[in-house]
């Protein structure tokens, strides 16, 4: 016998389910008069820097209907590419840009959509640059354990041309799924959890 | 967690043997939201290293007193009262401060007040099923609330969830994040459960089973269970090369 590591386990994922949205996002639930407002539901305000954008889109089964019950978090740095978040060590972020949003997506037309302002570049481990991404973490009815992926922008294709992330993907073709659209000042991401057109998602 | 420096390690690479797969036919609605191809793995970047943190200040007075929460002035939700308490801690033990937690669940007759919910057991008036609270400096957290009920869905043609509340919890690192379900000790339907079963491991669904706590009942008043919480470990640094913090 060896010594013990005495590490613990992890607690277990399990589904959200269908009413995540009573304890994450209450108000739109119709439960109100609990919370002020459903937190994440507000990233920027009027002194936020950095251009402000929309990012939205839908969360697609394996038979290409929509998710009307899904709830998604995105994390990513501010228009200067630091987090606000106490392990951020390379500077103070953007005070009036919470960096965090929440939305679950529209019981009726399926759409998510957060208003937000476009990431600066983060480094990676080795200094290179990651190029401008929001990070994703999507939970519904019927997904166990959280899924991740990233969002990249379609306008910034020197830089996801560099990305240490990116490049590290064997099968080219599935790179475009990390890539949103621009349409005017909003860009559009649609997941597909499944099937030919499936999102890469991250083991991180 | 304010005089403490805070971590900016890369988390423990998270064991997907012990988490449930994201396809388990049993529970119908995993066929066809989970991936078919390999999750890609990279290491931590920043991006996953660092993570929102919310201070005490946005509480409301009762958000984690949900007998009161939804109440009408002088009115109290029906059901089992009990307290649910415990710590928050990382796979290295270490009592994680100011960790976000909210949490929902069904009434003591297992209704959810949701407009999709249309099971025929009665909605509490002064039952709402939302909380949240912020743990300690030591990683401790305690609400109030009632017992909820089992409840029926529609997966096989009589399956019955058990008693379960609902945990969603924010550690320091976006990679923490986390949402599960707490079970109560002793309820028979607990290994019954297609959602439970998705776990492979009976011991990590032991993990998710809430203790009764009688050290911690209040007398005529409440009940008490203890369920702790495990997040993901760090490493101790962000530069493999560069020993900070040894």
């Given at each position: 016998?060896?010594?013990?590591?005495?590490?613990?386990?992890?607690?277990?994922?399990?589904?959200?389910?269908?009413?995540?949205?009573?304890?994450?996002?209450?108000?739109?639930?119709?439960?109100?008069?609990?919370?002020?407002?459903?937190?994440?539901?507000?990233?920027?305000?009027?002194?936020?820097?950095?251009?402000?954008?929309?990012?939205?889109?839908?969360?697609?089964?394996?038979?290409?209907?929509?998710?009307?019950?899904?709830?998604?978090?995105?994390?990513?740095?501010?228009?200067?590419?630091?987090?606000?978040?106490?392990?951020?060590?390379?500077?103070?972020?953007?005070?009036?840009?919470?960096?965090?949003?929440?939305?679950?997506?529209?019981?009726?037309?399926?759409?998510?959509?957060?208003?937000?302002?476009?990431?600066?570049?983060?480094?990676f481990?080795?200094?290179r640059?990651m190029a401008?991404h929001?990070?994703?973490?999507?939970?519904?009815?019927?997904?166990?354990?959280?899924?991740q992926t990233r969002?990249y922008?379609?306008?910034?294709?020197?830089?996801n041309d560099k990305d240490p992330i990116l490049q590290r993907i064997e099968h080219r073709n599935r790179v475009p799924t990390l890539i949103?659209?621009?349409?005017?000042?909003?860009?559009?991401?649609?997941?597909y959890?499944?099937?030919d057109k499936e999102t890469i998602f991250f083991d991180v | 967690?304010?005089?403490?420096?805070?971590?900016?390690?890369?988390?423990?690479?998270?064991?997907?043997?012990?988490?449930?797969?994201?396809?388990?036919?049993?529970?119908?609605?995993?066929?066809?939201?989970?991936p078919q191809r390999a999750l890609i793995s990279f290491d931590?970047t920043?991006?996953?290293?660092?993570?929102?943190?919310?201070?005490?200040?946005?509480?409301?007075?009762?958000?984690?007193?949900?007998?009161?929460?939804?109440?009408?002035?002088?009115?109290?939700?029906?059901?089992?009262?009990?307290?649910?308490?415990?710590?928050?801690?990382?796979?290295?033990?270490?009592?994680?401060?100011?960790?976000?937690?909210?949490?929902?669940?069904?009434?003591?007759?297992?209704?959810?007040?949701?407009?999709?919910?249309?099971?025929?057991?009665?909605?509490?008036?002064?039952?709402?099923?939302?909380?949240?609270?912020?743990?300690?400096?030591?990683?401790?957290?305690?609400?109030?609330?009632?017992?909820?009920?089992?409840?029926?869905?529609?997966?096989?043609?009589?399956?019955?969830?058990?008693?379960?509340?609902?945990?969603?919890?924010?550690?320091?690192?976006?990679?923490?994040?986390?949402?599960?379900?707490?079970?109560?000790?002793?309820?028979?339907?607990?290994?019954?459960?297609?959602?439970?079963?998705?776990?492979?491991?009976?011991?990590?669904?032991?993990?998710?089973?809430?203790?009764?706590?009688?050290?911690?009942?209040?007398?005529?008043?409440?009940?008490?269970?203890?369920?702790?919480?495990?997040?993901?470990?760090?490493?101790?640094?962000?530069?493999?090369?560069?020993?900070?913090?040894?």
């Amino acid at each position: 016998m060896v010594q013990q590591l005495g590490y613990l386990k992890e607690t277990p994922s399990q589904t959200a389910g269908p009413y995540v949205h009573i304890g994450c996002t209450p108000n739109f639930a119709e439960i109100t008069g609990v919370y002020e407002n459903d937190l994440g539901i507000s990233m920027v305000n009027d002194k936020t820097l950095g251009e402000r954008i929309s990012l939205r889109g839908r969360v697609f089964d394996g038979t290409g209907t929509p998710l009307r019950d899904a709830l998604l978090e995105i994390w990513q740095a501010d228009s200067k590419g630091l987090y606000n978040s106490p392990s951020e060590l390379r500077g103070s972020a953007d005070p009036n840009f919470t960096g965090w949003g929440r939305c679950p997506t529209d019981m009726e037309t399926a759409e998510y959509r957060f208003e937000t302002v476009k990431p600066g570049q983060v480094p990676f481990k080795d200094g290179r640059m990651m190029a401008p991404h929001v990070t994703v973490w999507i939970v519904a009815r019927g997904i166990n354990i959280g899924l991740q992926t990233r969002i990249y922008f379609d306008d910034e294709k020197e830089a996801n041309d560099k990305d240490p992330i990116l490049q590290r993907i064997e099968h080219r073709n599935r790179v475009p799924t990390l890539i949103a659209k621009r349409d005017g000042s909003s860009y559009v991401f649609d997941i597909y959890l499944q099937g030919d057109k499936e999102t890469i998602f991250f083991d991180v | 967690m304010s005089n403490r420096k805070p971590e900016t390690g890369a988390f423990f690479q998270r064991d997907r043997q012990w988490h449930p797969p994201a396809y388990t036919p049993e529970y119908k609605t995993s066929v066809v939201r989970s991936p078919q191809r390999a999750l890609i793995s990279f290491d931590n970047t920043l991006s996953e290293i660092t993570g929102p943190v919310f201070g005490h200040s946005m509480l409301g007075e009762l958000d984690a007193d949900l007998i009161y929460n939804y109440a009408k002035p002088g009115e109290s939700a029906i059901g089992q009262r009990i307290i649910v308490h415990g710590r928050v801690v990382d796979e290295r033990g270490k009592g994680v401060a100011g960790a976000l937690l909210e949490f929902w669940q069904a009434n003591a007759g297992g209704r959810y007040r949701h407009k999709r919910e249309g099971y025929l057991a009665a909605l509490d008036p002064n039952f709402g099923g939302c909380g949240r609270t912020i743990t300690d400096d030591d990683g401790y957290y305690r609400f109030r609330t009632v017992k909820p009920g089992a409840y029926p869905w529609p997966n096989g043609v009589n399956d019955w969830r058990p008693a379960h509340i609902h945990f969603s919890v924010f550690g320091h690192g976006f990679a923490q994040r986390l949402i599960t379900q707490m079970y109560f000790e002793g309820d028979p339907m607990i290994w019954n459960c297609p959602i439970v079963k998705s776990i492979p491991d009976k011991a990590a669904i032991e993990q998710l089973i809430a203790a009764l706590d009688m050290n911690n009942t209040i007398p005529m008043d409440a009940r008490a269970y203890k369920f702790d919480i495990v997040l993901r470990g760090r490493r101790s640094t962000l530069f493999e090369n560069r020993m900070e913090g040894n």
